[in-house]
């Protein structure tokens, strides 16, 4: 089965610097993954997506590497500001489903 | 475009007792999930419609839970009877899609249950 986790279940960085939040997936076949943010008391929220014939992709103050060879994959978040205060969890597809894998999730916290 | 619609937000009960949780997804959305979250943990799948069909209910307790989606739109969760290891947020979403409905998941805030 998949399994998608977090390196770090916390962290916490300074307003105004960068933050990269790191996950490993097991699954070598997964083409296709998805960060989403989520706020607390608010359900998940789509932040940036990337297939796997890709590794890197950017978004507004965003960026997502993928490094297929180590199955692994980072969410870069430039200047950090207190709204991007959340939990933050990578997704896969599930293998044989039509529907996602959520891992356990990294709580950043932005100290202002 | 409205987003996904949940009730109640909170509910608390006690073990054994039963609960039901609603959800209206957004118009048009043909796939419906449900989804349990646990405090510290990531959200896990229980059932996934797509219109009035299910498409997978591999993780659904199905002894004690089960979910309807009647007319294809808006759909319905219970609980029947609930344990303490129930507690968690449960999150309803939506997609248009009905293939690799992954793309596009829209989640609804989610209902806090918490059982004493």
């Known amino acids: 089965g998949e399994s998608v986790g977090l390196h770090l279940p916390t962290l916490s960085v300074q307003e105004g610097d960068n933050s990269i939040i790191n996950c490993a997936y097991s699954n070598s076949a997964s083409d296709y993954f998805i960060w989403y943010k989520q706020e607390s008391g608010k359900g998940p929220q789509f932040i940036i997506d990337i297939r796997s014939n890709m590794d890197k992709r950017q978004g507004q103050r965003v960026t997502v590497l993928l490094n297929k060879t180590v199955k692994h994959l980072s969410l870069q978040i430039a200047a950090t500001q207190p709204g991007d205060s959340a939990v933050y969890f990578c997704?896969?597809?599930?293998?044989?489903?039509?529907?996602?894998?959520f891992g356990t999730g990294t709580r950043l916290t932005v100290i202002p | 475009e409205a987003g996904v619609a949940q009730s109640p937000r909170y509910k608390i009960i006690e073990k054994r007792q039963s609960v039901a949780f609603w959800c209206n997804p957004i118009s048009g959305h043909a796939t419906l999930y449900w989804y349990q979250q646990i405090l510290g943990q990531g959200p896990k799948l229980l059932i996934q419609?797509?219109?009035?069909?299910?498409?997978?209910d591999s993780q659904l307790p199905k002894d004690r839970f089960s979910a309807e989606r009647l007319k294809g739109v808006d759909s319905t969760l219970k609980i029947q009877p609930a344990k303490l290891e129930d507690s968690a947020v449960y999150l309803c979403?939506?997609?248009?899609?009905?293939?690799?409905?992954?793309?596009?998941?829209?989640f609804g805030s989610g209902t806090r249950l918490t059982v004493v």
């Open positions: 997704a896969v597809p599930r293998q044989g489903a039509n529907n996602l894998f």
């Open positions: 419609f797509q219109n009035n069909g299910v498409v997978d």
């Open positions: 979403a939506s997609s248009r899609a009905q293939y690799q409905s992954y793309y596009g998941y829209t």
